[in-house]
Every structure is written in C-alpha cells, then in structure tokens.
T-cell receptor, first 115, second 114 residues
Framework: GDSVTQMEGPVTLSEEAFLTINCTYT??????LFWYVQYPGEGLQLLLK?????DKGSNKGFEATYRKETTSFHLEKGSVQVSDSAVYFC??????????????FGDGTTLTVKP | EPEVTQTPSHQVTQMGQEVILRCVPI?????FYWYRQILGQKVEFLVS????????KSEIFDDQFSVERPDGSNFTLKIRSTKLEDSAMYFC????????????FGSGTQLSVL
C-alpha cells in the first residue's frame, strides 16, 4: 500500500540553523506530495506542495523538491526561527484516483527551535 | 483565505455515549473527509464523502461510525457508542473539484472519552 516515511524526531535546532526533514514515499501511482505543519494547539495547515517530478514547492522560506528517482520530498529551510517550532507532516495523495484528496501521512517530526 | 470550521473544539463524553462532531466545509467544495490523530501518533484517514455518499473508508471506520451531510453546509461524524480508544483529535477537511487540489483542514475537535 501507499506509505510515507519521515525522519524521526524530535529535532532541536538553534535559531538561524539549517533545517532538513527527510521524507520518502512508496505509492502505487503518481502522487502529489505535501508538507503540512501543526503549530501547538492548532490544526493542520498546508505548508507547501508539489504535483509532479522536479517540481519545487515553497512557502515561508521552506522548500521541498519532488524527486521521483529517489521517491523523496525532503523539507528544507535555510534559517529557522523560534516561530517555526511545530510538528511537520509529509503526506501524499494519489491524483489519478477519483478520490484524489485522500491523503496518507507520515508520523510527523517535531521541530523545536531555541533562541 | 476560506476556512473549514469545526465545532466543538473540545468534547468530553462517557464511554458508551453517542457523540456528533460537526464541520462546516468551504462552501464551494465537493469532497469531504474525516481524519483523526491519536495523541502522539500519525494522522489517519477515516472516511471520504462525495455526492452524498461515502466514497472510501478505512478499516477504522466501522459500524460505530457514520457520516452525514444533513443540509447544504454541515458535514457530521457520529460515533454511536464511544470507546476509550476513540479519544483523539478529529479533523474535518474539504477540497474543491480537480485532482491534486489541496485539502483544507479544520482546526479539529479534541474528543476525550472517559
């Protein structure tokens, strides 16, 4: 079946450090890939997405590139801030199916950024 | 940006009681979903709903669960007889027509079964 594997957390960084959270996937089709963020006490918010190979999603300084050859979608940010502290979820959705919105999520990676 | 609204934000209930979790999806969206997240675990798909019927459900979504779109705006999840293991954050989501369109999630209902 479809699955998403994320780098295990928690991850603790100092402010302005470089962030990478690894994500790899397995899917029976050609998925769209997403990163969601969950701030403390809040729901899931879409951070960025990519719908085809070599697409780069970006938002709020975060980036992720859809790598079909390595089935990966690693999240990166050049300089993290304390306000980036949250749980980050990698997810996929299979676009060729009628019910394309059903998403499969990774386990989530907790990021804590210290001043 | 438009929002998916969920009520209540917290629900406490006794084991064996029925609960209804309510969601108001974005008005022009056609596909509706429920997900749940048990504390510290991954977000799990429960059910999807389109054209007034369930289009897919997971093995978690057993006979104790049901969904309904009683009018043009609300989308509800009912748990008939709650169990302790139903305690979780339940997220409603909706999306517009078109493959690959992003899901808009509500802020969730924290259900605690005592």
């Amino acid at each position: 079946g479809d699955s998403v594997t994320q780098m295990e957390g928690p991850v603790t960084l100092s402010e302005e450090a470089f962030l990478t959270i690894n994500c790899t996937y397995t899917a029976t089709g050609y998925p769209s890939l997403f990163w969601y963020v969950q701030y403390p006490g809040e729901g899931l918010q879409l951070l960025l997405k990519a719908t085809k190979a070599d697409d780069k999603g970006s938002n709020k300084g975060f980036e992720a590139t859809y790598r079909k050859e390595t089935t990966s979608f690693h999240l990166e940010k050049g300089s993290v801030q304390v306000s980036d502290s949250a749980v980050y979820f990698c997810a996929l959705s299979l676009t060729f199916r009628t019910n394309a919105g059903k998403s499969t999520f990774g386990d989530g990676t907790t990021l804590t950024v210290k001043p | 940006e438009p929002e998916v609204t969920q009520t209540p934000s917290h629900q406490v209930t006794q084991m064996g009681q029925e609960v209804i979790l309510r969601c108001v999806p974005i008005s022009n969206h056609l596909y509706f979903y429920w997900y749940r997240q048990i504390l510290g675990q991954k977000v799990e798909f429960l059910v999807s709903f389109y054209n007034n019927e369930i289009s897919e459900k997971s093995e978690i979504f057993d006979d104790q669960f049901s969904v309904e779109r009683p009018d043009g705006s609300n989308f509800t999840l009912k748990i008939r007889s709650t169990k302790l293991e139903d305690s979780a954050m339940y997220f409603c989501a909706s999306r517009a027509q078109g493959a690959g369109e992003k899901l808009f999630f509500g802020s969730g209902t924290q259900l605690s079964v005592l």
